[in-house]
């Protein structure tokens, strides 16, 4: 079962440039979520949905996008990467409650 | 205050040693609660729920105390394979707003 899938793996970015981060799931839950991870701390939100066309801010948006046109895609866009966007960031997503996380993508802003 | 707080530790225990968790959350609406387990450099996966009546599964029993806002983990017969970081982790009634605290690592050493 893929569960929660995430691409890319890694990522280099440049500062100023841009990307997406993919996220699929295939469990047909109606929530998802977006994390972000930096070494020895919590992981804080970003971004959530509760179904498609429905998208919320989270506790640190800032810097980010996000979209919801299916249930089962929840891509994360970065515009204008920034050297504090190094982090690693995770999706999830849950049917209410328990969360199911993709792998990560380890994102480095140089 | 944060939201959710936990000793950060890191536990070193011996093999079959019993070993404690705790957390404390600062909302009292709190509705549901959680621990995660997170192996270095991997995404969060569910350990397991607890209930207000405490529950066990296995060599873990998790407990919850809604009076002092307080949540704990107890693992016996500590194995190598429980090396990891412990995330305790608080949903809020009536949203989608999920706390996650920053985790309390443990080693098990033979």
């Known amino acids: 079962n893929a569960g929660v899938t995430q691409t890319p793996k890694f990522r280099i970015l440049k500062i100023g440039q841009s990307m997406t981060l993919q996220c699929t799931q295939d469990?047909?839950?109606?929530?998802m979520y977006w994390y972000r991870q930096d070494p020895g701390m919590g992981l804080k939100l970003i971004y959530y949905?509760?179904?498609?066309?429905?998208?919320d801010k989270g506790e640190v948006p800032n810097g980010y996008n996000v979209s919801r046109s299916t249930t089962e895609d929840f891509p994360l866009r970065l515009e204008l990467a920034a050297p504090s966007q190094t982090s690693v960031y995770f999706c999830?997503?849950?049917?209410?409650?328990?969360?199911?996380f993709g792998p990560g993508t380890r994102l480095t802003v140089t | 205050r944060k939201e959710v707080e936990q000793d950060p530790g890191p536990f070193n225990v011996p093999e079959g040693a019993t070993v404690a968790f705790n957390c404390t959350y600062s909302?009292?609406?709190?509705?549901?609660f959680f621990w995660y387990r997170q192996d270095c450099r991997k995404e969060p996966k569910l350990l397991m729920s607890?209930?207000?009546s405490g529950n066990e599964d296995g060599r873990f029993t998790a407990q919850l105390n809604r009076a002092s806002q307080y949540i704990s983990l107890l693992i016996r017969d500590s194995k190598l394979s429980d090396s990891a970081t412990y995330l305790c982790?608080?949903?809020?009634?009536?949203?989608?707003?999920?706390?996650f605290g920053a985790g309390t690592r443990l080693f098990v050493k033979a």
């Open positions: 982790v608080v949903k809020e009634a009536g949203g989608f707003k999920t706390i």
């Open positions: 909302n009292s609406a709190s509705q549901s």
């Open positions: 999830a997503s849950s049917d209410p409650y328990e969360q199911y």
């Open positions: 607890v209930y207000s």
């Open positions: 949905s509760v179904g498609a066309g429905i998208t």
């Open positions: 469990m047909n839950h109606n929530y």
